[in-house]
């Protein structure tokens, strides 16, 4: 427990500085052939001194600071270009599908097969990527999100603590925080489109129509409903992600291996992090109600109804297309970083 308040207090602590714009350490940037920034080739010359609190660094020269400030700069639009790309690709190629099977098994009976079934009966398989519009500008904004949030705390925590494991989960935390400011009101608009799909009256909703209907209902702040359970489940997504892909390559040594060895670690991250899988099923089920112009319950309103329903296990509805996304967006989000060196 220790270890984890530390880990947290640094993430903070790590963001506060981002946030501010300050130096995030006093490490020598370099960039990757991919344009991912890297802090694991060269440490610079300690031209910038500590002072007795904690992240601050002050420069001997204004030119110096005015050189790190371009660095930072530079860094924070490759992370978010490459940011971007990264998760939109994860979407296209497969996140977008398995959202949408995994949606339909958490709010139906249905297991993984008799949802793909159904989704593709009212519109053939490009019903799979239903949303992919609204789906594109989010991926875009959560990649973005995640790796300008995540690569500068993780480096920093690198830094201060020398544990990879400890930057991984402090970059992994504040990456999930990040994205849920995004995630709450695209996942509104995403799970409304799925469970709305066919029925009577919603038959022309598209992502504009679903906001337009949610804001009048509920006003601005209907679309962050949910927004407690979705920072939860991201912040501990992604944190779980990218601790559980670290502790395989690194402490069990798959890196070892080779490219296989760290799709194999982020595998294990991708699978490791589906025991939060309950916080996202009542996500999905606090949204499907707005979606539906019903009044949410409370988040343990939800644990409770699902539990007397169908028991602990309904808690995991959808825990296998979810582990299968998980995955996916663990090896394009966390081991192509890794493989680049970030």
């Avoid at 910038?48 to 600071?65: D, I, N």
């Avoid at 793909?116 to 989010?138: A, D, M």
């Avoid at 962050?224 to 944190?239: D, T």
């Amino acid at each position: 427990m220790k270890l984890l308040e530390s880990v947290l207090l640094l993430a903070l602590a790590s963001a506060s500085t981002v946030i501010a714009g300050s130096p995030l350490s006093n490490i020598y940037h370099t960039s990757s052939p991919f344009g991912i920034v890297s802090d694991r080739s060269h440490r610079r010359a300690s031209k910038a001194t500590v002072s007795e609190k904690p992240l601050k660094f002050h420069y001997e020269h204004e030119e110096q600071a005015i050189e790190m400030a371009g660095i930072l700069n530079s860094a924070t639009a490759r992370n978010i270009i490459r940011g971007s790309l990264l998760r939109i690709a994860s979407d296209i190629t497969g996140g977008t599908p398995l959202e949408s099977i995994k949606t339909r098994v958490t709010v139906s009976k249905d297991n993984m097969f008799e949802a793909y079934k159904h989704i593709t009966s009212v519109g053939g398989i490009g019903n799979l990527w239903s949303g992919t519009p609204s789906r594109t500008v989010e991926g875009a904004l959560l990649g973005a999100a995640f790796m300008v949030g995540s690569v500068p705390v993780k480096n920093q925590v690198l830094a201060l603590t020398g544990s990879p494991v400890a930057g991984s989960l402090a970059g992994g935390i504040v990456g999930g925080l990040a994205q849920a400011i995004v995630m709450t009101p695209a996942g509104m608009i995403f799970t409304s489109l799925n469970v709305n799909k066919g029925k009577p009256g919603y038959e022309n909703d598209n992502a504009l129509i679903v906001t337009k209907r949610i804001v009048k209902e509920k006003g601005i702040g209907g679309m962050f409903i949910g927004g407690k359970p979705m920072a939860l489940r991201q912040a501990s997504n992604w944190a779980s992600r990218s601790a559980f892909t670290e502790i395989a390559r690194s402490t069990l040594g798959m890196s070892k291996y080779g490219l296989l060895g760290e799709i194999g670690s982020g595998v294990i991250g991708g699978v490791g992090s589906c025991w939060n899988t309950p916080i996202e099923t009542c996500r999905v089920f606090i949204q499907k109600d707005v979606s539906e112009g019903k009044t949410p319950k409370t988040f343990m309103g939800y644990v409770q109804s699902i539990s007397e329903e169908d028991g602990v296990p309904g808690l995991f509805r959808g825990v296998t297309p979810r582990g299968i996304q998980a995955i996916w967006q663990t090896v394009f989000m966390v081991v192509v970083p890794n493989v680049l060196g970030v």
